[in-house]
Structure formats: structure tokens, C-alpha cells
């Protein structure tokens, strides 16, 4: 919870503005896409180097911003807060004079963990495009802070990121909402899901794809859904619901069936399958999006646009998208009580909420649980672990966990207590704002009878203190919860 107490403090002391930065980690699945910089390969930030500092002298007064400050910020940072990047509306670090002037912000965010954003622990397999930075790298941003902020080059020293967002160089489609949504600054956060339609008539295979956010000040991040034509009717319905374009949603498109497609965060580019690979869609099957907005600034209505890359060649191997689920139950704390501290009662608000539709008891069931399992969990913190079979076979291309807002920590692992046990992703400090996917560097083979566990930690001390006491359970809203991965996998030909 340390990283979340300072970020409170951040917030206390007016850091606000910087706070809504990006990650510069670009994706792809084992090929990148098209990028004016694809012959460059910066994955992590460059070590810092000592070199030019007098012999005995390793104190915070020579710490070179060229040699040391700088490849860290044109690493981790300039990808967002330079040129036309999302991040620039907060930060803006064009030059090395504006890097020392946002200086004590940089330390603040820097030293409590939250910038760059990079949830996943070093437990974790390594990944592509690792944002993180190590403790050596934080400490000395802090010790340069302390010192003053000084620059060892002239101030109109341009920052220049050491890679891209990736891009589509071609498309087939630029898919769009065909109703718009325009919220007003101040308003809550809103999740809204729209129907981006391929209008497709044949099986195809969608073998690249790239979010093009429209107003960047409020579009804070996306998840995208792959839907079937059989629950098209069931969207259409939801969308002709409310006056604006699409329909507020949060822990899902609330169909009943959806399969993740992708995360889009601010600094993310096109995703371009491996030659060869793509994702099955049939006739009539469509993308769901949900939006997260943030509206802090006015802005006009957004127009964002999903497009896509097509093959229609019957020898593409699919792209298989498989999910887990371990329970979510978490009983109120032994001081709360109220009516939906009853868990049948939190049941039954639950579906009448999402039209009927809950999966806390099947999920239950699968994991071989019972809620007594959970009843003694009332000091404010309550977690689950679920063991199941993999079910498929195939190399992973990506990984990612997802929990709502009272999550606390969130791990995925391969074959636990195994000679070859992998944790595939380890989250210590959940943050739903900032949810990826995550690409493993090396070769992951999972057979069918392969274990997959996952192990989820909520904190209710996290929870609004303005929302009546419930029992929280596996539900779709911002105020219930999940304990959900997906892994991507393909066979090689």
C-alpha cells in the first residue's frame, strides 16, 4: 500500500497535473509494427553512469543531467510528456530547461513509484518494453532533485525519446462509434462501451490493429472487446438505452459474453500480429470498447477510431484468447454491518443490477469453494486462489490480470510449486488506471494439463467512503469486483 499512500500525499501537495502520465512501453505480439525508429532498440532506461564524476566525489552536486538525468527521462518519460504526446497536456519536457523546471514533481512521482507506471514486479517473467526503473535510478533522480535540479547542457536542449509509438503504416478499416459521447469537466469518471462494428461477411482474420484516441485530455484508457453476432442484438438494445452514444459499463460490455482484445493506455501504439497469426472473427462478430473518460478539462465530443488490418487467408494460425477467474468475495469488516453485509442480499442488489447476470456462485463452484470459505475474512482485507487447468496449448504472446478498485495485489503463475513454476505476472500495488498487456521476452510453451493459479488480495479500506456497507462480490460495476487474467497464445506453423 506504500505506493498509493504517496500518491495521496502527491495529490495533498498539488501534484495533480502530473499525475496523469503515460507508459512508454510500445506493444507488439513477437513482431513489432511499423515505426519511424524500428531500427531502434531501447527496452529499458540506460544505465546511469558515473564516469564523469571528480574521484570521491559520488554526491548528488555531480550528478551529470547529460550523462545520467537525461537517457532516464528519454527513456521513461519523453515518449509521453514531448512533442504531441498524451502526457504533454500534464508535463510537458521538451527541453532540458522544462525538465528541471517540472523537477520537484518528477522527484515526487518518481520516488513513491508511481511514474513511470509499470505495475508488474521484477517476480514476473521479463517482459518486453520493461518501463520500470530500478532503485538505483530513483534514487538518483531524487538526489538531483534535492540538489537543485541543475543542467550540465544549455537549457534548449531538446529531449528526444529513444523509441516511437508504433504505427500502422496501412489499414483496412478505420472502424468509429456511430453515436458520439460528450461529458462535461467535473463530471465523474465514465466507462462507456460503444459498438465498433467491422460489418463483416465472410471469416477473416485480424492480424493488426491501432486505438486512435481522439481527445486525448479525456480519453484516460480503453479495453477492448471481442464480441459474437449472437449477442449483437443485446448491444444494440444497451446503446439505444441512454440519450448519448453508447452505455455506461465498467467491469465488462454487461452482454454476458465478451472476450478482452486489447488495453490501450496513453503511450501505447498498433499491436501487429507475427506474420502468419491473427485473431478469428466470423460474420456478424464486432469490437466492443469501453472508454474510460476523465474529465478534468472541457472537451469537445470524442471521435476516437479503431483501425484494422484484415487477412482473409485460410492458413492463418488464430490467435487464441483464453480467461481465468478466481473468486471475488469480500466480506464486510467485522465494524460495518448494514442489510447487504448479507451476502444474499449483495447477491440479489447484484443481479438486479446487471439484468440477472452474476458469476460470483459459478465461479465459486469451479475454484471448489463455498462462501463459508471467506466468512472469516472481516478485518478489512480478504484474498482468493484459484488452481485450474490450462485447457489449451501454445506459446504465450501476452499476459494481463485485472481486479476493480479495491484491488490490492494480483498474481498469475505457471505450474506453482513446480520445478518449473513461472509467475507469469506479479502486480504488488494494484492500480486499475493502469492496466496492461504484457509481452513476454522469452519463449513460453504451456501444454493442456499445465496449472494456472491466480491469487487476488482486496483492500477494503480502498472502497468509497461514501457507499453503503456491502459484501463485495465478483460483479461487473466500479464498486463490486474481479479476479481475472487472460492469456494470448498462437502455434507456430
Not at 463459508?372 to 496449448?393: K, L, V, Y
Request: hydrophobic share 35%; charged share 20%.
Amino acid at each position: 500500500m506504500g505506493f498509493r499512500l504517496a500518491k495521496h500525499a502527491i495529490f495533498i501537495t498539488g501534484l495533480l497535473a502530473f499525475l496523469v502520465a503515460c507508459s512508454s512501453s510500445s506493444n507488439e505480439l513477437t513482431e513489432p509494427a511499423s515505426s519511424q525508429s524500428a531500427n531502434q532498440n531501447a527496452t529499458s532506461a540506460p544505465s546511469s553512469t558515473t564516469e564523469e564524476r571528480p574521484d570521491g566525489e559520488g554526491t548528488a552536486n555531480f550528478i551529470s543531467f547529460k550523462n545520467e538525468i537525461l537517457p532516464i527521462v528519454e527513456n521513461a518519460c519523453a515518449l509521453c510528456h514531448t512533442g504531441r504526446g498524451p502526457g504533454v497536456p500534464h508535463a510537458k519536457l521538451d527541453t532540458a530547461a522544462e525538465v528541471s523546471a517540472y523537477a520537484f514533481a518528477i522527484g515526487a512521482v518518481v520516488d513513491s513509484g508511481y511514474m513511470p507506471p509499470w505495475p508488474a514486479s521484477d517476480l514476473s517473467v521479463p517482459f518486453l518494453h520493461d518501463a520500470s526503473l530500478d532503485i538505483y535510478q530513483r534514487e538518483l533522480i531524487v538526489e538531483w532533485v534535492q540538489a537543485g535540479a541543475p543542467v550540465d547542457v544549455d537549457g534548449n536542449t531538446q529531449v528526444t525519446p529513444t523509441q516511437e509509438v508504433p504505427f500502422l503504416v496501412s489499414y483496412d478499416q478505420e472502424l468509429s462509434s456511430a453515436n458520439l459521447y460528450d461529458g462535461e469537466r467535473g463530471q465523474p469518471d465514465e466507462y462507456r462501451c460503444f459498438i465498433f462494428d467491422p460489418e463483416l461477411t465472410e471469416t477473416k482474420y485480424l492480424t493488426g490493429y491501432e486505438f486512435i484516441p481522439d481527445q486525448t485530455e479525456v480519453v484516460h484508457h480503453l479495453v477492448g472487446y471481442r464480441v459474437t453476432a449472437e449477442y449483437r442484438e443485446a448491444a444494440n438494445r444497451k446503446d439505444a438505452k441512454e440519450d448519448q452514444g453508447g452505455w455506461s459499463c465498467f467491469g465488462s460490455t454487461g452482454l454476458g459474453s465478451d472476450e478482452i482484445l486489447t488495453f490501450w493506455a496513453p503511450g501505447t501504439g498498433a499491436i501487429q500480429y507475427q506474420e502468419g497469426l491473427g485473431l478469428e472473427m466470423n460474420p456478424g462478430d464486432f469490437f466492443v470498447m469501453q472508454i474510460h473518460y476523465h474529465y478534468d478539462v472541457e472537451a469537445p465530443e470524442d471521435r476516437s477510431t479503431f483501425r484494422t488490418v484484415w487477412s482473409t487467408d485460410s492458413d492463418t494460425q488464430p490467435i487464441n484468447i483464453r480467461t481465468f477467474s478466481g473468486p471475488a468475495e469480500i466480506p464486510c469488516a467485522e465494524w460495518e454491518e448494514g442489510p447487504l453485509c448479507v451476502r444474499d442480499n449483495a447477491y440479489l442488489y447484484a443481479e438486479a443490477q446487471y439484468d440477472g447476470i452474476v458469476q460470483a456462485d459459478q465461479i465459486l463452484e469451479a475454484c471448489g469453494y463455498a462462501p463459508e470459505d471467506f466468512s472469516n475474512m472481516t478485518n478489512g482485507i480478504a484474498s482468493s486462489t484459484c488452481d485450474q487447468p490450462a485447457r489449451f496449448e501454445g506459446y504465450i504472446s501476452a499476459v494481463l490480470g485485472h481486479q476493480h478498485n479495491i484491488g490490492a495485489s494480483f498474481r498469475m503463475t505457471l505450474n506453482p510449486g513446480t520445478p518449473g513454476e513461472l509467475i507469469l505476472l506479479d502486480i504488488p500495488d494494484w492500480d486499475f488506471e493502469w492496466q496492461f498487456a504484457y509481452y513476454p521476452q522469452e519463449e513460453i510453451y504451456i501444454e493442456r494439463d499445465d496449472v494456472i493459479r491466480l491469487e487476488c488480495v482486496w483492500d477494503r479500506s480502498l472502497r468509497p467512503k461514501n457507499l453503503e456497507p456491502s459484501y463485495v462480490l465478483w460483479a461487473d460495476g466500479s464498486n463490486d469486483e474481479m479476479c481475472f487474467a487472460v492469456i494470448m497464445s498462437y502455434q507456430k506453423n
